[in-house]
């Protein structure tokens, strides 16, 4: 997939309760693997770390219901992995929080 320099992906997830959440999730594996990556968290606007020039870098997120629910936790910097952690071991925040 060629996008150019100007142009960088979004992710819209839908709605759809837990099985959409899940398919979601799938999705985001599945987008992984094919060298696309994550950006969230909270940063300085002013840090080198907040915009990663890739083609292949989300950087803007919209959800819908259970998709608002995954693309939340992209946007706040959790990677796939932590999130598939959080849905089967039941726990997402470090216990300082």
Do not use: W
Not at 11 to 38: D, N
Not at 44 to 52: G, L
Not at 53 to 81: M, W
């Amino acid at each position: 997939m060629r996008l150019s320099e100007k142009n960088h992906p979004s992710l819209v997830l839908s709605g759809g309760g837990i099985k959409a959440a899940a398919f979601h999730i799938g999705v985001c594996l599945a987008l992984r693997e094919k060298g696309f990556s994550f950006s969230g968290g909270f940063r300085r606007a002013d840090s080198p770390e907040t915009h990663d020039p890739s083609p292949l870098n989300f950087r803007t997120y919209v959800g819908s219901s259970a998709g608002s629910v995954i693309s939340t936790l992209l946007a706040a910097g959790y990677d796939v992995d932590a999130i598939i952690h959080a849905f089967t071991q039941g726990s997402i925040l470090p216990s300082t929080i």
